[in-house]
Nanobody, 121 residues
Framework: QVQLVESGGGLVQPGESLRLSCAASGSIFTINYMGWYRQAPGKQRELVAT???????NYADSVKGRFTISRDNAKNTVYLQMNSLKPEDTAVYYC???????????????WGQGTQVTVSS
């Protein structure tokens, strides 16, 4: 069974920082992409950032220059360093992995349960 577990969310004031972590566990052959998405109340889930196995990254325009995604392939873990947080960053943040489980001949998306990030004064 493949699982993604997030940690690091919480309540912070504007301008402060948080670091999110997500670890994938289970019988996994390879993880092609890992990333973070977020969903605010009343809005659709949107891309925040992704990182490929080879290190290539992709960011939403709204977080460029403030957020940094990184990946530890040996630990099957992805991180999101969030600096200069704004109230509009408030959302549930979901970890995502596009991976190939052992014992299968196809790749598929897996999602974590989500972690709440609230930015408020």
């Amino acid at each position: 069974q493949v699982q993604l577990v997030e940690s690091g969310g919480g309540l912070v004031q504007p301008g402060e920082s948080l670091r999110l972590s997500c670890a994938a566990s289970g019988s996994i052959f390879t993880i092609n992409y890992m990333g973070w998405y977020r969903q605010a109340p009343g809005k659709q889930r949107e891309l925040v950032a992704t990182v490929a196995k080879g290190g290539g990254t992709n960011y939403a325009d709204s977080v460029k220059g403030r957020f940094t995604i990184s990946r530890d392939n040996a630990k099957n873990t992805v991180y999101l360093q969030m600096n200069s947080l704004k109230p509009e960053d408030t959302a549930v943040y979901y970890c995502n992995a596009y991976l190939w489980p052992l014992g299968t001949d196809y790749r598929s998306d897996y999602w974590g349960q989500g972690t709440q990030v609230t930015v408020s004064s």
